[in-house]
């Protein structure tokens, strides 16, 4: 599942790209590599959370991803992802799922004040987001 050239998509971001779950699934059975980052800094954890597919998250978490990877085109990370469709989507079957994502990454080991601290520096629209679920996570 590697790309054909450095730095472009491998399959297993391109099946999160469309949100195909059976198929990340398989791949990572086959041993697709769940840390690869395209040359804009995704990585199918990135995918799974901006497209808020619960069970793709959690199959890429069970697979080894890094919930804190760190975006470094987007300067962003997935609790920061989450956090934002968790506060700001309109639709509420749509922010149940962003806060489920939410608790996936808390629970496997995203730091909060990791986010945080880059929300404030690159992404200040986030802090909010951020704040909101630090408490909601405060009441878990």
Known sequence: ??????????????????QRTRMVEELLKAG??????????????GWAVK??????VHALIEHGANPEFYNTAATSTPLIKAAMTAVTEGEPKAQQQAQEIVSVLLDAGASLN???AVARKHVPKA????????MRSARR
């Open 1 to 18: 599942s590697r790309p054909m050239e450095q730095g472009g998509d491998s399959c297993l971001i391109i099946a999160a790209f469309h």
């Open 32 to 45: 697709a590599d769940v840390e690869y980052a395209n040359t804009d800094g995704m990585c199918a954890l």
């Open 51 to 56: 497209k808020n597919v619960i069970a793709m």
């Open 114 to 116: 990791q986010s945080v």
């Open 127 to 134: 802090v909010k987001a951020l704040q909101v679920v630090k």
